[in-house]
């Protein structure tokens, strides 16, 4: 597989990771297309299959594990599988577009080992775990036992930071955000980035 950059977004649930992706997404000079992932968990209400995920039974993402259809995938919760075609970067790369995930840091760094070359890995660090807790009860998107199952993995994904490229704090958001477009742009060449 040839193609454009790849770059990677991961952090602990609620860090404001999507949020910066899809800000990315919206500057066209940077180029970017997210790449849609495979996964076994429920939709919710507002998620449509093909823009947010393509949804499919556990049965059916077993069957594309066996058959190595993924670039990588993890079971990031139990019974909850998610997973990066390599028909989607493939698709992607064909429009001659960058590639953008929001997956999870084990995925994130299984892919930047495949790609050293033509990846940027970011890790999006949330001011505290805290902090995390408050913003996953807010967005009121998973139940109080899937929430304790997120922040419980939070730790343990805090601790992969240093692995990733660069680190962005998202203490607030509009600076985050703003460090985030600079980061990308200098690593894709954008209008205001320097391309190296
Ligand atoms: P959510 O259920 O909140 O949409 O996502 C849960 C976690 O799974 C997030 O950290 C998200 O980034 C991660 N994730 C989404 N797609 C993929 C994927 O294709 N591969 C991996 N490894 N993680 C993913």
Do not use: C
Not at 97 to 103: A, E, G, M, R, T
Not at 153 to 178: C, G, H, M
């Amino acid at each position: 597989m040839k193609g454009g950059k790849l770059i990677i977004f991961s952090a602990p649930s609620g860090s404001g990771k999507t949020t910066i992706v899809r800000h990315l997404l919206e500057k066209s000079d940077l180029n970017l297309a997210f790449s849609v992932s495979a996964t076994s968990r429920p939709r919710r209400a507002k998620e449509k299959n093909g823009e947010h995920y393509y949804f499919m039974s556990i049965s059916e993402f077993k069957n594309h594990i066996k058959s190595d259809d993924f670039l990588e995938w993890e079971e990031v919760y139990r019974d909850n599988f998610y997973g990066t075609l390599k028909s989607e970067i493939e698709r992607l790369w064909a429009e001659g577009k960058n590639v953008i995930f929001d997956i999870d840091v084990a995925g994130g760094l299984r892919i930047k080992r495949k790609f050293p070359d033509v990846t940027l890995a970011v890790f999006v660090k949330p001011p505290s775990v805290d902090e995390l807790k408050i913003r996953l009860k807010k967005r009121s998107t998973e139940s109080e036992d899937k929430i304790n199952m997120r922040i419980a993995k939070a730790s343990v994904e805090l601790a992969t930071a240093p692995q990733f490229d660069k680190i962005i704090k998202n203490y607030d958001l509009d600076t985050a955000l703003e460090e985030a477009y600079q980061l990308v742009a200098d690593f894709v060449g954008g209008e205001n980035g320097n391309g190296a």
